[in-house]
């Protein structure tokens, strides 16, 4: 290897070139102790410092001090000097002192190091994988059968019809395996603003990024990846396909300028264990069904905003895909939420810095405030590296932290915000419908990689721990127990009402079940209702960060409050993701909140404006909040009287209680009618 084309790289500002050039060049010259070798070492630690890898550079020059050239050892020892003046902080508490970076928190400066993980994470993953392709194989066999059946209702399904079904199963997955990436490329070209780079460009934000994908690429005889910078605001991190030599890596320009360079490394690492497990390929198959439903849904939005008639029919049906596509996602996320550790590990052990990755996810969670309805959050919500729709409660926390408004006692007790996270029944019935784990279980694993390797951690979880053991298991227990119940009451005594009408069958007719049916669910409904909303007189003035630290938290039943605030903004009178509500932002003295304000029927059905107008009027007022906190994916208070400090302007009540009433109404009553009309038939 050529020592002047690393010259001429050095020249040309290609230090990841050099850097590969000048390697291969150490490694491979026979005279370790030549002028030329000592040469290249110095322009290596040269390359290593304005890419910003100062743990390599330091590395290089502590082994220049070990050789006998005294004018190399004094250059070395100054360099040395200037390189460890970059690195601030305290030395870690570790055995191996010399491969720590010397900050705080801190990282080892050597990347490969040896993590271990609960065998019990290998065995979810694998079953998970294995549970993942099965159903979605499962879903396209019973289409396929039931695709021969009805094209002829008169087959005799034979064993060789039922070959043909399950060839086409098998055929139709196989293709979709290898098509699931080309799909992808299709959608994501439509909907997202897409820049494909080189590492060059990727240098510009982080040096030991590039040198992680190059050394990945070349231990295992890879090709690199695919780089594709996505032209947003948002902090997104994903990775796809579906053999490692044709993966695409895919970061925002939000991400990258959001997160310091060893952040956006450590979650480059995370992405390249996403590829080392395979794991990646599972989600892209999984995914390539559900991208094309938002393909589709993203279609119907904008022909709604094009089209004069028929924009209601369009909406309607935008939403009726995007739950067909939370539906697809099913599959996608019993791998996904497994392989999170597997690829946090793989994160952790490459780069030595399981705390940057930390970092990075507390920072994407801020990030995310507000975005709700962001179209590349949702693209890439069963492919990111965590995700978003989970991250609300623990960004709005973290939000409350580092405006540095907090109350004392809040900030002494960060972790308070991950309590509900790790011991509330109600969190682990969450994570069932999300992607990825929630974000305090990534924070709790990256933790104990940090004190396999002596680090000093980033966040602290052994005296939340300590807290959680203390809460009380059957008052968690037992609420969940209820709450789960009736949150689930429309559907089961609407279900409950159906089997009635089949067992009386001497009061049988065509229109009985659906009777039954109708008024099983408005109860349900009223009795969800009256554990959501229940009599706000009652409430009780607190503060947002007091409610985020409640471990107790319900997802179901409304905990009434009143909270003094300013009015920031509204979500321009778009309807919130599967409701008809407006999202309005309010910020209290320590943090920011959504609230959930509905309409009365008026004012939805025929004046949809006048809820603009007023929302406009009241940007930057002062306001009393009074409605009920409940801890969902997304930490809101559905609004019940939002009462302006000015008495100029009026109060403006919510009408949640009304509509839950109207629909349970409207249903027991339907069917209570269809009783009587079909008697009287």
Same mark, same amino acid.
């Given at each position: 290897?050529?020592?002047?084309?690393?010259?001429?790289?050095?020249?040309?500002?290609?230090y990841?070139?050099?850097?590969?050039?000048?390697?291969?060049?150490?490694?491979?010259?026979?005279?370790?102790?030549?002028?030329?070798f000592?040469?290249?070492?110095?322009?290596?630690?040269?390359?290593?410092?304005?890419?910003?890898r100062?743990?390599?550079?330091i590395?290089v020059?502590?082994?220049?001090?070990?050789?006998?050239?005294?004018?190399?050892?004094?250059?070395?020892?100054?360099?040395?000097?200037?390189?460890?003046?970059?690195?601030?902080?305290?030395?870690?508490?570790?055995?191996?002192?010399?491969?720590?970076?010397?900050?705080?928190?801190n990282?080892?400066?050597?990347?490969?190091?040896?993590?271990?993980?609960?065998g019990?994470?290998g065995?979810?993953?694998g079953?998970g994988?294995?549970l993942?392709?099965?159903?979605?194989i499962?879903?396209?066999?019973?289409?396929?059968?039931?695709l021969?059946?009805h094209?002829n209702?008169?087959?005799v399904?034979?064993?060789?019809?039922?070959?043909?079904?399950?060839?086409?199963?098998?055929?139709?997955?196989?293709?979709l395996f290898?098509?699931?990436?080309?799909?992808?490329?299709?959608?994501?070209?439509?909907?997202?603003?897409?820049?494909?780079?080189?590492?060059n460009?990727?240098?510009?934000?982080s040096?030991?990024?590039?040198?992680?994908?190059?050394q990945?690429?070349?231990?295992?005889?890879?090709?690199?990846?695919?780089?594709?910078l996505?032209?947003?605001?948002?902090?997104?991190?994903?990775?796809?396909?579906?053999?490692?030599?044709?993966?695409?890596?895919?970061?925002?320009?939000g991400?990258?300028?959001?997160?310091?360079?060893?952040?956006?490394?450590?979650?480059?690492?995370?992405?390249?264990?996403?590829?080392?497990?395979?794991?990646f390929?599972?989600?892209?198959?999984?995914?390539?069904?559900?991208?094309?439903?938002?393909?589709?849904?993203?279609?119907?939005?904008?022909?709604?905003?094009?089209?004069?008639?028929?924009?209601?029919?369009c909406?309607?049906?935008?939403?009726?895909?995007?739950?067909?596509?939370?539906?697809?996602?099913?599959?996608?996320?019993?791998?996904?939420?497994?392989?999170?550790?597997?690829?946090d $590990?793989?994160?952790?052990a490459?780069?030595?810095?399981?705390?940057?990755?930390?970092?990075?996810?507390?920072?994407?969670?801020?990030?995310?405030?507000?975005?709700?309805?962001?179209?590349?959050?949702?693209?890439?919500?069963?492919?990111?590296?965590?995700?978003?729709?989970?991250?609300?409660?623990?960004?709005?926390?973290?939000?409350?932290l580092?405006g540095?408004?907090?109350?004392p006692?809040f900030?002494?007790?960060?972790?308070g915000?991950?309590l509900?996270?790790?011991?509330?029944?109600?969190?682990k019935?969450?994570?069932?419908?999300?992607?990825?784990?929630?974000?305090?279980?990534?924070?709790?694993?990256?933790?104990?990689?940090?004190? $396999?390797?002596g680090?000093?951690?980033?966040?602290?979880?052994?005296?939340?721990?300590k807290?959680?053991?203390?809460?009380n298991?059957?008052?968690l227990y037992?609420?969940?127990?209820?709450?789960?119940?009736?949150?689930t009451?429309?559907?089961?005594?609407?279900?409950?009402?159906?089997?009635?009408?089949?067992?009386?069958y001497w009061?049988y007719?065509?229109?009985?079940?659906?009777?039954?049916?109708?008024?099983?669910?408005?109860?349900?409904?009223?009795w969800?209702g009256?554990?959501?909303?229940?009599?706000?007189?009652?409430?009780?003035?607190?503060?947002?960060?007091?409610?985020?630290?409640?471990p107790?938290?319900?997802?179901?039943?409304?905990?009434?409050?009143?909270i003094?605030?300013?009015?920031?903004?509204y979500?321009?009178?778009?309807p919130?993701?599967?409701?008809?509500?407006?999202?309005?932002?309010?910020?209290?003295?320590?943090?920011?909140?959504?609230?959930?304000?509905?309409?009365?029927?008026?004012?939805?059905c025929?004046?949809?404006?006048?809820?603009?107008?007023?929302?406009?009027?009241?940007?930057?007022?002062?306001?009393?909040?009074?409605?009920?906190?409940?801890?969902?994916?997304?930490?809101?208070?559905d609004?019940?009287e939002?009462?302006?400090?000015?008495?100029q302007?009026?109060?403006?009540?919510?009408?949640?209680?009304?509509?839950?009433?109207?629909a349970?109404a409207?249903?027991?009553?339907?069917?209570?009618?269809?009783?009587?009309?079909?008697?009287?038939?």
């Amino acid at each position: 290897m050529s020592l002047q084309a690393a010259k001429q790289a050095l020249l040309a500002h290609n230090y990841t070139e050099a850097i590969a050039l000048l390697q291969s060049y150490c490694q491979d010259h026979p005279q370790p102790h030549s002028e030329n070798f000592h040469q290249a070492q110095m322009w290596l630690v040269n390359a290593y410092q304005r890419t910003g890898r100062t743990d390599r550079a330091i590395a290089v020059c502590e082994e220049l001090l070990g050789l006998n050239d005294l004018a190399l050892q004094q250059w070395a020892a100054t360099t040395l000097t200037n390189l460890q003046l970059e690195l601030e902080g305290a030395p870690a508490s570790n055995h191996h002192h010399s491969e720590v970076v010397k900050s705080q928190p801190n990282r080892y400066r050597k990347g490969n190091v040896h993590l271990t993980l609960p065998g019990i994470k290998g065995l979810a993953y694998g079953l998970g994988a294995v549970l993942a392709i099965a159903t979605q194989i499962g879903w396209s066999a019973i289409f396929w059968f039931w695709l021969v059946s009805h094209l002829n209702p008169t087959l005799v399904i034979t064993t060789g019809w039922q070959i043909v079904a399950l060839v086409l199963t098998l055929g139709s997955n196989l293709l979709l395996f290898f098509m699931s990436p080309w799909i992808i490329d299709q959608v994501q070209s439509q909907v997202l603003r897409l820049n494909w780079i080189n590492l060059n460009d990727l240098e510009n934000y982080s040096g030991e990024a590039v040198e992680l994908i190059e050394q990945f690429c070349q231990q295992r005889q890879y090709h690199i990846p695919q780089i594709a910078l996505v032209e947003d605001p948002s902090a997104i991190a994903y990775t796809y396909g579906v053999l490692p030599n044709s993966s695409r890596l895919v970061l925002s320009r939000g991400l990258l300028e959001l997160l310091d360079p060893e952040e956006i490394a450590a979650v480059v690492g995370a992405q390249l264990g996403q590829i080392a497990s395979w794991s990646f390929a599972i989600a892209t198959y999984g995914s390539g069904l559900a991208q094309l439903l938002y393909g589709l849904q993203t279609w119907l939005v904008r022909l709604s905003l094009r089209i004069k008639r028929g924009k209601l029919a369009c909406k309607v049906l935008a939403k009726v895909v995007e739950r067909l596509r939370d539906v697809a996602l099913i599959p996608v996320g019993l791998a996904t939420r497994p392989s999170a550790p597997i690829y946090d $590990q793989f994160g952790a052990a490459v780069t030595g810095n399981p705390n940057a990755i930390a970092r990075a996810f507390t920072k994407i969670a801020r990030a995310t405030l507000g975005q709700t309805e962001n179209r590349v959050l949702a693209f890439s919500r069963s492919l990111a590296v965590i995700d978003y729709e989970t991250l609300n409660p623990t960004g709005i926390a973290f939000e409350i932290l580092h405006g540095g408004q907090a109350d004392p006692d809040f900030r002494t007790n960060l972790y308070g915000v991950f309590l509900w996270e790790m011991f509330n029944p109600w969190a682990k019935w969450l994570a069932c419908g999300s992607t990825h784990p929630l974000l305090g279980d990534r924070l709790r694993g990256l933790t104990r990689f940090c004190k $396999q390797l002596g680090l000093t951690t980033e966040y602290e979880f052994d005296q939340l721990i300590k807290q959680g053991e203390s809460l009380n298991r059957r008052k968690l227990y037992k609420n969940f127990l209820i709450d789960l119940m009736v949150e689930t009451a429309p559907y089961t005594l609407a279900g409950a009402g159906y089997i009635t009408s089949q067992y009386l069958y001497w009061l049988y007719d065509n229109w009985l079940p659906l009777a039954l049916t109708g008024v099983g669910a408005g109860i349900g409904i009223m009795w969800r209702g009256s554990f959501r909303y229940p009599n706000y007189n009652r409430v009780a003035a607190t503060t947002l960060a007091n409610l985020l630290v409640d471990p107790y938290a319900s997802t179901l039943r409304g905990q009434p409050v009143q909270i003094p605030g300013e009015i920031l903004g509204y979500l321009h009178g778009q309807p919130q993701r599967g409701s008809l509500s407006y999202g309005i932002k309010l910020g209290d003295q320590s943090g920011l909140i959504y609230l959930d304000y509905l309409p009365n029927l008026k004012t939805l059905c025929t004046e949809p404006q006048v809820a603009i107008r007023k929302l406009e009027t009241l940007v930057g007022k002062a306001v009393v909040v009074t409605g009920w906190f409940r801890r969902d994916r997304l930490a809101t208070i559905d609004l019940a009287e939002l009462k302006p400090i000015s008495s100029q302007i009026k109060t403006m009540p919510s009408y949640h209680q009304f509509w839950n009433n109207l629909a349970s109404a409207i249903l027991v009553f339907s069917g209570l009618g269809l009783l009587v009309v079909s008697n009287l038939g």
